[in-house]
């Protein structure tokens, strides 16, 4: 009779600890209600046998309610949400500080502006007001394209910066699931209650595929493992740190640190030294976001803003170059070209050089036909010039740099193209190539077309070094490769560079213009070419290899910064050179007239001339103008914006959608609840019943005895 009474005892007690239990997970659910993602829990129950002998009802589990294949697909679209939702927020900010198309203040007014003013200059070329507004406006347009390619750089060290916050969170989550994965496996292997751990885990992990696109290997009794979608273990046997230090500032030379992976040692915490790297292997999340706009988006818009400012300085400084101040300056001075007297001249047609007094009136004058010119280097063409001026001016070539001065401190000096056969090296004239009388500057050359050949001499010294990086579109190194520099022809560079593992990218070669080219190997292939230093100078000039050849992207958004008129010039706009020389004068005739429109109406001309503008940052080869340029510009950011807005809402409804779906299995139910709670209540009332139902059994025996 003892032992059925035992049992009964026993049964009771083990239905009042289960709908305990069952209340006490009930009430959570109802204190979660609000809680975004959480999931509901249930108590699992089973009978409890000993033997063939029934023992009452035990917990075979606590389950989190929920739907294994939504919840990754949820992961997935968290990490594309982050990912787009960081675009998009990069690119609202890029147009913010654009301007609108139609506005004085964005690209397309500042262009329409200057040349409305150049428009009205060429009316009066005399008039100093005119000048001085016309140079302002080029200079403002400078600005312009300055200040977006500064902002550009800025939103580059921003994205560098929050790579950097992400990637501590990132830590700090890992790190914080790493933690949990042992405490759920022990508390599922003991037949503990592990749902409020599996929750906790499950909200790091959300928050963690925003970050990062993750995938989730469960590696049995609730224990998981964590990869990137490209199979990266975060966290498993153990966990990861990642590292990456931002630098401090950003420009278009800046070479930004890897992702590293470092493995933890799970017993002292020490972080193990690795050259493992992230980068590659990110395809979702806001990190992923974060360095798409940080190594291709930021960059891409700066080559096409580098690409509008280099056109736009080269024509410029064409019909400047063509053009001469009234009275001519005393002397000229170009850049740095990086060549020297020995070098092959490669000009074809004719130059004139003329040297002129205070009212413009002939003094000397030399036309050099370069195809028939004896001997065929700059030294000789530096020679002809001065035999033929005698001691009235000199043409000199110092350290890469032309030079034209008048010996009388009276007389000016002017190189004109000839009419009938223009002289032309990689397409330009003797005066612009050399950048003898350009109107403006900025920080890098407008060109790289050298007008050098293959079998030339290169100039650099033997056993410099060069060391180039191949880097994906992804801007991960893909190879690297460090020239030696030997042979003496650029024939010689170039057959090396395609004898290196550089080969198996791209074939390297000179263009026709002297332009450093590379085609890839595959038509589908995007990389690209970075010099990673370069202890290399031609001759006395001081130029290395890669400013020589302006290898490398930075040299192509260099152009859009510093852009400006010339400091002399803006500060004396006598100096704008807006007369043509008159090639029919003899010596004692007037050559110039303050008042000569026709240069003017060569600047003006710029406005409907047609320029071909190369590949650059997602915009393809095109001939257009400069202001459809700068629209084009215009509208790609446009379209990027409007596509990265497009991906966010999407990805966002799917997210919502997903998150939904979870919330109609997961989600806690009120009624339900509180249903379940009355169950689990009257459970308990009768187990408690039971129980003392066996008190007043035992208290009746025993006052039988």
Known sequence: MSSSINNIIHNSLTGLFVNQAALSVTSNNVAN??????????????????????????????????????????????????????????????????????????LSGKIDDLFTAISELA???????????????INNFGEEVGYLAESIQNLRKDASDSINDKIAEINALLERIDNLNPLIVR????????????????????????????????TGNNGIQ??????????????????????????????????????????????????????????????????????????????????????????INRVHNANSAVPAPNSLSGINTGLSGGDLHNFTGDAVFAVTDANGDLVN????????????????????????????????????????????????????????????????????????????????????????????????????TITFEVLDDR????????????????????NDLNASPLSNYATFSLSPEGEFTMAPLSSGQEFSLRVKNDTTSRGTTGVSLSHFFGIGERFVMDAAFGLKVKDEIF?????????????????????????????????????NLVVSFREAGGLSAMNVTLGQYGANILADLGLRASMAAGFAGDSESLKNQLEQKSADI???????????????????????????????????????V
């Open 33 to 106: 209600v609000n809680t975004p993602g959480y999931a509901r829990q249930v108590v699992q129950q089973e009978a409890f046998v000993t033997g063939t002998q029934s023992g009452g009802v035990r917990i075979s589990g606590i389950d989190r309610v929920i739907d294994r294949f939504l919840v990754r697909a949820t992961y997935d679209a968290n990490a594309d949400f982050g990912r787009y939702q960081v675009e998009n927020a990069f690119h609202e900010r890029i147009q913010s500080f654009l301007g609108k198309p139609d506005e004085n203040t964005s």
């Open 571 to 607: 500060q004396d706009a006598g100096l704008f050179a807006l007369a043509r020389f008159d090639q029919s004068a003899a010596i004692g005739d007037n050559v110039f007239s303050i008042g000569d429109q026709s240069g003017a109406r060569a600047f003006q001309d710029l406005e």
């Open 666 to 704: 997961s989600g806690v139910n009120l009624d339900e609840e509180l249903s379940n709670m009355v169950i689990y209540q009257n459970a308990y009332s009768a187990s408690a019943r039971i129980l003392q139902t066996a008190q007043d059994i035992y208290d009746a025996l025993l006052s039988v």
């Open 226 to 315: 964590i990869t990137t979608s490209t199979g990266i273990t975060l966290v498993g046997q153990r966990r990861v740190e990642l590292q990456y230090e931002a630098p401090g500032s950003v420009t278009t030379t800046t070479r930004f640190p890897s992702i590293t992976i470092h493995p933890v040692n799970g017993v002292t915490g020490a972080v193990m030294p690795s050259t493992a790297t992230l980068d590659g292997e990110i395809f979702g999340g806001e990190l992923k976001g974060l360095l798409k706009m940080r190594d291709e988006e930021l960059p891409e818009i700066a080559a096409q803003l580098g690409n509008l400012a280099a056109a736009f300085a080269d024509e």
């Open 365 to 464: 004058s030399v036309t050099i036909d370069f195809d028939a010119l004896a001997g065929g280097t700059l030294n000789d063409v530096i020679t002809a010039v001065n035999a033929a001026l005698g001691p009235a001016a000199t043409l000199s070539l110092n350290n890469g740099v032309m030079s034209f001065s008048a010996a009388n401190p009276a007389h000016g000096v002017t190189i004109a193209q000839s009419d009938s056969d223009p002289s032309l090296r990689a397409g330009r004239g003797f005066s612009h190539f050399f950048g003898l009388n350009d109107l403006v500057q900025a920080n890098t050359r407008s060109h790289f077309q050298t007008g050098v050949a293959g079998p030339e001499n290169h100039g650099f010294g033997a056993g410099q």
């Open 123 to 137: 009316l009066d070329p005399s008039s100093t007001i005119l000048r001085e507004n016309s140079l302002s406006k």
């Open 475 to 494: 801007n991960v190194s893909m190879d690297s490769y460090t020239l030696t520099i030997a042979g003496s022809s650029f024939d010689d560079l170039l």
């Open 187 to 218: 508390e599922t292997v003991t037949n503990g209650t592990p749902g409020s751990l599996l929750e906790q885990r499950a909200q790091a992990i959300g928050e963690l595929s925003e970050l990062i696109d993750i995938s989730i290997t469960d």
